[in-house]
């Protein structure tokens, strides 16, 4: 395998594999390196029903496997692996894993986010049968059920406000009594009736065996435990983009977030960036995709513009 790509993609979530398949089939030799977690933060999703083109829905991992199969069937080559250092101070640009060194042409970035979990072992045991951090894409399986979620920021009221077109009852379990949300959102949820909130409280555990049944609550003033039955949990505490191991590299915002300079560009010409790790709003396998196809173009046309 050679060392020297016309472009190496840091990530293997919807953006990166589709970045892959554009640039494939454009003809660009293309590297991508998928981390330890190929597929990203779908392969722990069991059904996506919000994807087009899948009419009873699909796996998550299957449609991962379909995306990465289809970028291979156009000519990209994968490594397995974290990167763990970039060079974007000289042409061509360095990459580095533990194996060794790759260069590239061009770079798209797609590494993703990671959603902040509570970090109890209850939690990861019930992942994707009753917990979740997306309500717009799982709040679907909850009609007319009983949700929490869990936060008290505007993600958490807007996750809660929309949770309410689904579930029969919505709580919104916060660990103080005050609130980082805007006054506009917390009117909004106060005011919806089928919200109710619960101040003062922290996940104990998540009670249940094949599927969430309640929580179990810690009282925050006086320690006191109590149990809270229900179907569903949506966490909602933030997101953290996986973008550290860039270490300054390219300019992102306080959070984290990699910022574009023009279109999907850097402020780095010939480095590019697309999905989570640039989008803390929608943050949907589509739209990641749509990012993903844009910067394999903007990349493609880069790279003409230099020959």
């Not at 803390?280 to 993903?292: I, K, N, S």
Request: proline share 3%.
């Amino acid at each position: 395998m050679s060392n020297l790509y016309d472009l190496i993609i840091i990530g293997a979530g919807p953006a990166g594999y589709t970045a892959a398949l554009y640039a494939g089939r454009a003809n660009l030799s293309v590297l991508l390196f998928e981390g330890w977690q190929p597929g990203g933060q779908l392969t722990t999703t069991t059904v996506i029903e919000n994807y087009p083109g899948f009419h009873d829905g699909i796996d998550g991992k299957a449609l991962m496997k379909e995306m990465r199969d289809q970028a291979e069937r156009f000519g990209t080559k994968y490594v397995t692996g974290d990167v763990t250092k970039v060079d974007f101070s000289k042409r061509p640009f360095t990459v580095s894993v533990d194996d060794g060194q790759y260069q590239a042409k061009a770079v798209i970035i797609a590494t993703g986010a990671k959603s902040r979990t509570l970090g109890i072992p209850s939690e990861q045991r019930l992942w994707a049968k009753g917990v979740s951090t997306c309500a717009t894409c799982d709040g679907f399986f909850f009609k007319n059920k009983i949700v929490a979620v869990i936060g008290g920021g505007d993600s958490a009221m807007e996750e809660a406000n929309y949770l309410t077109h689904h579930a029969s009852k919505v709580y919104v379990i916060h660990r103080r009594e005050g609130f980082r949300a805007s006054k506009i959102m917390l009117d909004r949820a106060k005011h919806n009736p089928k919200i109710e909130f619960m101040l003062n409280k922290t996940i104990d555990e998540v009670l249940g065996e094949k599927s969430v049944t309640g929580l179990r609550l810690k009282d925050t003033q006086t320690g006191a435990l109590s149990e809270l039955k229900l179907d569903g949990m949506f966490l909602a505490i933030g997101h953290d983009p996986v973008t550290k191991f860039l270490d300054g590299a390219i300019k992102t915002d306080e959070n984290g977030y990699v910022l574009h300079l023009e279109n999907t560009m850097t402020n780095i010409p010939g480095v590019f960036a697309a999905g989570d790790c640039v989008d803390h709003r929608y943050r949907q396998a589509v739209t990641a995709a749509g990012d993903g196809c844009m910067a394999a173009m903007d990349a493609e046309k880069w790279l003409e513009a230099q020959n």
